[in-house]
């Protein structure tokens, strides 16, 4: 639900907030926004950061040399952005449990890992990826080998044979890096289940780390995996503000709710948010943060540097770590973004110093007196935004404020607004209440 009460039942709501008056979060250099870095996708956003976090883009400027692969890109480019149809033969009429996936994806993980390989290699190939899929009546899993250009072109099709022998083809229905979306079909039209890649990562075509990661396949979607992913997100938030009350630093209910949502508005695309169907989008990030867990979001970077679960830029991670450092947050910020609980407690830090300062500004307290604002969106936009400048744009605007604030933050409340309506959560401020009654 919306958080839209007038100034008078914030301050109750609020009134336990007890950090000291912090400064505006606006980054020395100035930018308006966090942009994305793949406009077009979900997940990981995977092109080169500027923040020293490893590059997982990786494209090739040639073809890998991959045997039996054919490529046939789709000539009908009309609904690129539409949501791809889905197979009743990969869909909700074989779904699978969610603890049956992670075992499955562990167990393919394990096989990837320890499968032989040539010696005279000294690195992984760049060019070439691996994915592990599942023959579900035979419970097998097979080997695929692809190049990065096939895997990391849209709509692209190979046909090929696993490394137990089967004729496949295999179609790239989302090109997004680690995250990139398939599916696999024998010659008989039987689906194969995608279960984990292997994707070398690079940097200025040097080796870094091999990643291992599930994408939000077709095959593998179910309500299960959705109500898996919303219990993983709520606890991990919830953990990272029980630790940060242990610590001496309370966070109000209401902010943990905003920043529960803020974990999936961060991660939805700009484009097929307009384009797609948004119940479905919104479902896609809870059953990343199923599949992976821990691992979500472990490769995804911004070009402005912003990483992981939190996409937090590494000049707002050190703000918090210089002004909180009775919390003892990482002092690594690629490790902490990777790291959920710590990159959750820097979340929700930035978040009430945020709304500190902007609760503190006479416009903006007139703004939330007046109902022409909310708490919830005067604290996205603050995440999003330079929360420095919202007291200007509020004092310019008026009740038109939101038509000053840059366009994709303005698309970032949009989507705010969407996924509350959509996706309602149970309120911790009305669990806290019954709690004390």
């Given amino acids: 639900m919306r958080i839209n009460s007038p100034l008078i039942a914030l301050s109750v709501l609020f009134c336990a907030l007890n950090i000291t008056q912090a400064q505006s979060q606006s980054g020395s250099s100035g930018q308006e926004t966090r942009p994305r870095t793949a406009r077009s996708e979900v997940s990981p956003r995977v092109a080169t950061p500027q923040a020293p976090q490893p590059n997982t883009s990786a494209v090739p400027t040639k073809p890998g040399s991959v045997e039996n692969v054919v490529v046939a890109p789709r000539t009908n480019t009309s609904t690129e952005s539409a949501i791809e149809p889905v197979d009743a033969n990969s869909a909700s009429a074989q779904q699978i449990a969610p603890s049956t996936i992670r075992?499955?994806?562990?167990?393919?993980?394990?096989?990837?890992?320890?499968?032989?390989?040539?010696?005279?290699?000294?690195?992984?190939?760049?060019?070439?990826?691996?994915?592990?899929?599942?023959?579900?009546?035979?419970?097998?899993?097979?080997?695929?080998?692809?190049?990065?250009?096939?895997?990391?072109?849209?709509?692209?099709?190979?046909?090929?044979t696993t490394s137990r022998g089967t004729p496949v083809t295999l179609r790239i229905l989302r090109a997004n890096g680690v995250n990139t979306a398939v599916t696999v079909v024998d010659n008989q039209g039987r689906s194969l289940v995608p279960l984990t890649v292997e994707f070398p990562i690079e940097r200025q075509g040097v080796f870094r780390e091999m990643a291992y990661y599930t994408s939000a396949h077709p095959a593998l979607l179910s309500a299960d995996l959705v109500k898996a992913g919303r219990s993983y997100v709520r606890s991990m938030i919830d953990l990272a503000a029980q630790r940060l009350r242990e610590k001496?630093?309370?966070?109000?209910?209401?902010?943990?709710?905003?920043?529960?949502?803020?974990?999936?508005?961060?991660?939805?695309?700009?484009?097929?948010?307009?384009?797609?169907?948004?119940?479905?989008?919104?479902?896609?990030?809870?059953?990343?943060?199923?599949?992976?867990?821990?691992?979500?979001?472990?490769?995804?970077?911004?070009?402005?540097?912003?990483?992981?679960?939190?996409?937090?830029?590494?000049?707002?991670?050190?703000?918090?770590?210089?002004?909180?450092?009775?919390?003892?947050?990482?002092?690594?910020?690629?490790?902490?973004?990777?790291?959920?609980?710590?990159?959750l407690q820097a979340?929700?830090?930035?978040?009430?110093?945020?709304?500190?300062?902007?609760?503190?500004?006479?416009?903006?307290?007139?703004?939330?007196?007046?109902?022409?604002?909310?708490?919830?969106?005067?604290?996205?936009?603050?995440?999003?935004?330079?929360?420095?400048?919202?007291?200007?744009?509020?004092?310019?605007?008026?009740?038109?404020?939101?038509?000053?604030?840059?366009?994709?933050?303005?698309?970032?409340?949009?989507?705010?607004?969407?996924?509350?309506?959509?996706?309602?959560m149970k309120s911790r401020a009305s669990v806290v209440t019954k709690s004390a009654a």
């Fill in 248 to 343: 001496g630093v309370f966070i109000n209910p209401n902010l943990v709710d905003v920043a529960e949502r803020l974990c999936i508005v961060e991660h939805i695309d700009h484009d097929r948010f307009r384009l797609e169907n948004r119940v479905a989008l919104f479902d896609e990030i809870y059953s990343l943060y199923a599949l992976n867990q821990l691992d979500t979001y472990r490769y995804s970077v911004s070009f402005a540097g912003a990483g992981g679960m939190v996409q937090m830029i590494p000049w707002a991670y050190n703000l918090e770590r210089q002004r909180h450092p009775g919390v003892g947050l990482m002092p690594d910020f690629v490790a902490g973004m990777r790291n959920h609980a710590n990159a």
């Fill in 347 to 424: 979340m929700l830090l930035y978040m009430l110093d945020t709304w500190n300062d902007l609760a503190a500004n006479e416009d903006v307290r007139s703004a939330l007196e007046t109902k022409i604002a909310t708490p919830a969106e005067v604290i996205a936009a603050g995440y999003n935004s330079n929360a420095a400048k919202l007291p200007l744009y509020i004092r310019r605007g008026g009740a038109g404020w939101r038509s000053l604030i840059p366009r994709e933050t303005q698309v970032y409340l949009q989507i705010y607004r969407t996924f509350e309506g959509l996706a309602p």
């Fill in 103 to 160: 075992a499955r994806i562990a167990e393919a993980e394990r096989l990837l890992k320890t499968r032989p390989r040539q010696t005279a290699i000294t690195s992984p190939a760049l060019d070439a990826v691996t994915l592990a899929v599942l023959e579900r009546g035979a419970a097998r899993i097979h080997l695929l080998t692809v190049s990065k250009q096939i895997f990391l072109t849209k709509g692209s099709e190979a046909q090929m």
